[in-house]
């Protein structure tokens, strides 16, 4: 199991950035393919965005494409989160999860670990 830590959230208004990060404590974090998600008030988790294990390969929501940048660092054991002209709709408790193996998936059930989620508020 991965321990897994958000940070970053807040308060922005709507066409501001923020950018998450995921710290992770575990020895080989390359051998990770890390995912976003996010639950907004009274609906279901979704699919952010993915990356592979080694950066080499990143995918992402239609609703968030163009827009956010998922990138890692290897060598520090983090995954962030880049989020520019940001909508009242992102509006989201955003949590990074893990999985282990070289298969990206971008559903939830496929992640071993979860972090305990970072709130991101999206003022118009």
């Known amino acids: 199991q991965v321990q897994l830590v958000e940070s970053g959230g807040g308060l922005v208004q709507a066409g501001g950035s923020l950018r998450l990060s995921c710290a992770a404590s575990v020895r080989t974090f390359s051998n990770y393919v890390m995912g976003w998600f996010r639950q907004a008030p009274g609906k279901e988790r979704e699919f952010v965005a993915v990356?592979?294990?080694?950066?080499?390969?990143?995918s992402y929501a239609d609703s968030v494409k163009g827009r956010v940048t998922v990138s890692r660092d290897n060598a520090q054991n983090t995954v962030y989160l880049q989020m520019n002209s940001l909508k009242p709709e992102d509006t989201a408790v955003y949590y990074c999860a893990a999985r282990q193996g070289p298969v990206v998936y971008k559903i939830e059930n496929a992640f071993e670990s979860w972090g305990q989620g970072t709130q991101v508020t999206v003022s118009s």
């Open positions: 990356i592979n294990r080694n950066g080499g390969y990143t």
